[in-house]
């Protein structure tokens, strides 16, 4: 079982509220090679604005890591905010008050796709992601601390209240810190980090 607690021109914005055509499970299968493995259950908990599946131009950050036009993007706020390379101190999402990550009473608006999936010609599946936060970086080292997690299982059922028995295998190169504001950040892990506040010198 997995959970994944995973522009300039012209992106486009799909989130799974009813009426964008878009399933938890069409988003899911979407970044799955059939050949590889198969999409037995998905699920999503979270706010249905906050996350989706977004339409890179070739100028996207996220498409120039991911070497894709499209990418899977789960958000605390709005899926909107993720059609702009630049991060603006007056932009904001909405908060939706969702819960957090089950067992952590610190952790709010959580965005999460559950899903499971069995393989059909290999044992071993990786994921590629890029995680960003509107917190950078003027709380990075403070107490509002956005984190992603990518938690992997075996064998089990989708719970929507507990991650019990799953590894977060999304840690910072080298260490067991989770990825998040407080571990990479300009100040912090910088190798692993891109400064696109405007703000700064170096944008």
Same mark, same amino acid.
């Given at each position: ?46 706010d ?18 991911? #070497?894709?036009d499209e $990418? %899977?993007?789960?958000t =605390?706020?709005?899926? +909107?905010?993720?059609?702009?390379? !630049? ?65 992997? #299982?075996?064998?089990? $059922? %989708?719970?929507?209240? =507990?991650?019990?028995? +799953?590894?977060?295998?999304?840690? !910072?190169?080298?260490?067991t ?27």
């Amino acid at each position: 079982m997995l959970v994944l607690i995973v522009a300039a021109a012209a992106a486009q914005t799909f989130d799974l509220c009813a009426g964008s055509g878009l399933t938890v499970e069409d988003l899911v299968f979407e970044f799955f090679d059939p050949s590889v493995a198969t999409l037995i259950e998905a699920e999503y908990f979270g706010d249905c604005s906050a996350s989706g599946k977004v339409v890179l131009p070739a100028s996207h950050v996220i498409a120039s890591d991911f #070497g894709e036009d499209e $990418a %899977l993007v789960l958000t =605390s706020g709005s899926l +909107l905010l993720a059609e702009t390379t !630049v991060n603006s101190a007056d932009s904001s999402g909405t908060g939706h008050d969702e819960p957090g990550i089950p067992g952590d009473p610190t952790t709010f608006d959580a965005a999460r796709v559950d899903f499971i999936i069995e393989a059909t010609r290999s044992t071993v599946v990786s994921f590629t992601y890029v995680f960003g936060s509107e917190e950078y970086n003027e709380f990075a080292g403070g107490s509002f601390n956005d984190a992603f997690q990518l938690l992997i #299982g075996v064998g089990g $059922a %989708l719970d929507p209240a =507990s991650v019990a028995g +799953l590894t977060n295998v999304a840690l !910072v190169p080298g260490t067991t810190q989770e990825v998040s504001i407080n571990t990479v950040n300009r100040n912090v892990n910088s190798q692993f980090y891109r400064d696109n506040d405007p703000s700064d010198n170096n944008f």
